[in-house]
């Protein structure tokens, strides 16, 4: 296990289609993080996991988007209905509990088209 | 007002120049701070984490917290060519839970 995974690298899709990225975290990691980065952007927050828990969502996550984390391990984002206002670089992390900073994946770029 | 901010650049310095990065924040809440660094088409990469105010070295890179003044700093010194990539400041409450990123600076070290 050399780091965070997440498929697919590149995504386009037509507006109003569904899309799923999924990622694999380290394995001994039990929180788990998804970012949103946008040209020229810092990332931003969506939503966390410890465990299978979801324990925060941003209020950027809106009821199109839901995210999952089955049995602790890897993790879904889907985004319902997508809209150009969704392209961006989809960012997954993981770390142990309490621990600084976290480790990232290499991202899924989402074009809607 | 967002609650980080870091000036986008770009800056560009020759060779062994000594980089300064700022950002500065608004919530007194923030206690860890982290600066991370994105090569194009990466995820970010840890650099460096501190704990409320105080300074840290590792090798080349120095980070600086000033709570009274909610600004943080990251110096690199003698900078390389490799150094050149957008380098983004983080800050959280509790450790584990949401970081708040700034916008990133983009470096460019020519040699």
């Known amino acids: 296990d050399t780091g965070v995974s997440q498929n697919p690298r590149h995504k386009i899709t037509k507006r109003g289609q569904n899309v799923t990225f999924r990622c694999d975290p380290i394995?001994?990691?039990?929180?788990l993080y998804w970012y949103r980065q946008t040209l020229g952007q810092g990332p931003e927050f969506l939503t966390y996991?410890?465990?299978?828990?979801?324990?925060?969502k941003s209020r950027l996550l809106s009821d199109r988007f839901s995210a999952e984390r089955p049995k602790g391990s890897f993790s879904t984002l889907e985004i319902q209905r997508t809209e150009q206002g969704d392209s961006a670089m989809y960012l997954c992390?993981?770390?142990?509990?309490?621990?600084?900073?976290?480790?990232f994946g290499s991202g899924t770029r989402l074009t809607v088209v | 007002q967002k609650e980080v901010e870091q000036d986008p650049g770009p800056l560009s310095v020759p060779e062994g120049a000594i980089v300064s990065l700022n950002c500065t924040y608004s919530n007194s809440a923030f206690q860890y701070f982290m600066w991370y660094r994105q090569y194009s088409r990466k995820g970010p990469e840890l650099l460096m984490y501190?704990?409320?105010?105080g300074n840290k070295e590792d090798g080349r890179f120095t980070a600086q917290v000033d709570k009274s003044s909610k600004y943080i700093s990251l110096f690199i010194r003698d900078s390389q060519p490799s150094d050149s990539a957008t380098y983004l400041c983080?800050?959280?409450?509790?450790?584990?839970?949401?970081?708040?990123f700034g916008k990133g600076t983009t470096l460019s070290v020519s040699s």
């Open positions: 983080a800050m959280s409450s509790p450790p584990g839970t949401a970081l708040i």
């Open positions: 992390a993981s770390s142990l509990v309490a621990s600084y900073g976290y480790t």
């Open positions: 394995s001994e990691h039990n929180r």
């Open positions: 501190t704990y409320s105010s």
């Open positions: 996991f410890q465990n299978e828990a979801q324990l925060e």
